[in-house]
């Protein structure tokens, strides 16, 4: 009868297990220094080695040589364990026998000592599928067992273990394999086999295992039965439901060029050749996480489960897009795999969820959108176009009069701060020098302003904008005038129209007020001052 490859290459060795190192040195130095518990919790995901790595310790304990790290691997009980028909290693599967009785009846079995080795093993499976009250049954023997005995609970969900049953075992946990680990275990088994098999074949098989050593060696036994003895990418592909790096890169390419129909297009072509629109969003969101660790570690990263090859055509197509544009489409590829799972219409929500994916590429970050409120200075992110509009420009500034040792000159200066003002980013200050009135003495300026604008008057932005100006320190001093009417219009010379009216159309002809209408569109309805409610400008 055939016997499986993830069977007959099943490691008889602590030598011969794929990774796990941590898990391997501290079992065989325990053994080394004979502090063998009574107890042990096996856990981490579907093969990556719990049961395997039950089997070997059994052997170490029970081998004619040992207990030894190193079994023999010839005498009877390393033999018989190995096929799994020693009468002193007991297996049970804790799916199909979960309840009080058979803990009761494991319970009466521990009492009696082993047949022939020197220790009587019980691994149980899936332990977590014990009862409350089947673990109750076995505590207190886990917790005192007869010196021939040891417990393996081997489990894919830790976390159910009650932790009373948890503080008398010792706890191994077992991490996924790594990507190079697997395709270097199949690489060698292929040559065991006298399989022909290429690097994108072991990577697409690989990928299937999702670091499970068992689930990848279960696709190779597919592909094999499949395709022969020598294996194709495509055709692997093809049997397995998977989607090359060229299929997936259709979406980001329509995400580019921001086509809703190549979107509506590309889901018609998946329901023409029978391909599950569930799995196809499940490496869809596999693809964007890549591209998106792609685009923040770079193609050398070890993060990404590819040959170095597809690590570099990742890193390429990641160039295209920014970080917060993949974080959202993976973010949305998830909740359509997600809605899928529950849909009786999958076609109808594949189809929504990639057109919400165009949608979501013309977006506009409000940070850009703000930034356009500058006056457009900063360019659009990685893969954006440039955003269509046209930033107003402020209004020429007319020239206003000053004092200086009590004669008028040209207000000149007061246009430059106000340039420099804006060009170091204090807008709400440039807006306040805009709207008082400077006075220019010897080592001296001073503004006349409204209550409404003095607290903008900063000292100290002040001074860095004389600084930018090449101007020395200079003594700023801020006046209120009793009279709002003395600060005259920025543009007409005239006095400011006051009360709310007054308000309003000062806020409206401010040019960043401007721009935010010219991006934003709307209307300003209400104008308030903030000051007056105890707010800051």
């Given amino acids: 009868m055939y016997q499986v490859i993830a069977r007959t290459y099943r490691p008889q060795s602590f030598s011969e297990v794929v990774s796990q190192e941590h898990v391997k040195t501290t079992l065989e130095n325990a053994i080394k220094q004979n502090r063998i518990a009574h107890g042990y919790i096996f856990s981490g995901q579907r093969g990556t080695g719990k049961t395997t790595v039950a089997r070997i310790l059994a052997r170490c304990l029970n081998c004619i040589e040992g207990p030894t790290a190193t079994p023999c691997g010839t005498c009877a009980s390393c033999v018989e364990i190995a096929a799994n028909g ?3 290693v007991i297996e049970i599967d804790a ?15 521990v009492r009696y000592r082993p047949a022939r080795d020197k220790y009587k093993v019980f691994i149980v499976d899936e332990a977590h599928q014990i009862t409350s009250e089947a673990f109750n049954a076995l505590l207190k023997t886990l917790e005192e067992p007869p010196e021939w005995v040891v417990f393996i609970l081997c489990t894919t969900e830790a976390h159910k273990i009650p932790a009373t049953i948890a503080s008398r075992c010792q706890h191994f946990s077992f991490r996924s394999v790594d990507f190079e680990d697997v395709v270097g275990r199949m690489q060698w088994i292929c040559q065991q086999e006298g399989i022909q098999a290429d690097a994108e074949v072991l990577t697409v098989l690989a990928q299937a295992g999702d670091g499970s050593v068992r689930d990848s060696l279960s696709a190779l036994d597919q592909a094999i039965a499949c395709c022969g003895t020598e294996l194709k990418a495509a055709e692997v592909r093809d049997l397995l439901g998977t989607f090359s790096l060229d299929s997936l890169h259709r979406v980001t390419q329509a995400l580019a060029a921001s086509d809703s129909r190549g979107m509506l297009e590309a889901v018609d072509d998946l329901e023409r050749n029978g391909h599950s629109l569930q799995h196809f969003c499940r490496e869809l969101a596999r693809y964007f996480r890549n591209l998106l660790v792609a685009r923040i570690a770079g193609q050398e990263t070890r993060l990404i489960a590819a040959t170095p090859a597809e690590r570099t055509r990742l890193r390429e197509i990641a160039e295209s897009f920014n970080e ?7 973010q949305l590829t998830l909740d359509l795999y997600g809605d899928l799972q529950r849909s009786t219409q999958p076609r109808l929500h594949t189809e929504i969820g990639l057109l919400r994916l165009v949608e979501a590429g013309r977006l506009l970050p409000i940070e850009e959108a703000i930034s356009m409120l500058g006056g457009g200075s900063n360019p659009p992110a990685a893969g954006r176009p440039a955003p269509k509009s046209t930033p107003v420009s402020p209004p020429p ?3 206003r009069a000053s004092a200086v040792d009590g004669g008028l ?13 804006m060009e170091l980013g204090l ?14 003495a010897p080592g001296r300026l001073n503004f006349e302003t409204t209550k409404e604008f003095k607290l903008a008057l900063r000292d100290a932005e002040i001074q860095r904008a004389l600084e930018k100006l090449g101007a020395g320190k200079t003594r700023v001093s801020v006046s209120i005038v009793d009279s709002p009417g003395e600060v005259k219009n920025q543009n007409s ?16 002809g401010h040019p960043e007020v401007q721009r935010f209408r010219e991006t934003f569109g709307g209307q300003v309805r209400a104008v308030r001052n903030l000051k007056e409610y105890g707010g800051r400008t």
């Fill in 86 to 88: 020693s009468v002193d």
């Fill in 397 to 399: 500034a007319t020239p």
């Fill in 95 to 109: 799916a199909s026998n979960r309840g009080i009785n058979e803990m009761r009846e494991l319970r009466e079995n």
């Fill in 409 to 421: 000159v040209d207000g000149g200066l007061k246009d430059k701060l106000h340039r420099a003002l």
């Fill in 493 to 508: 010379g005239e006095p400011a129209p006051q009360g709310d009216a007054g308000l309003m159309e000062r806020a409206l």
């Fill in 427 to 440: 807008k709400f200050t440039a807006d306040a020098v805009e709207h008082s009135r400077l006075i220019e």
């Fill in 324 to 330: 917060q544009d993949l974080t959202r489409y993976l």
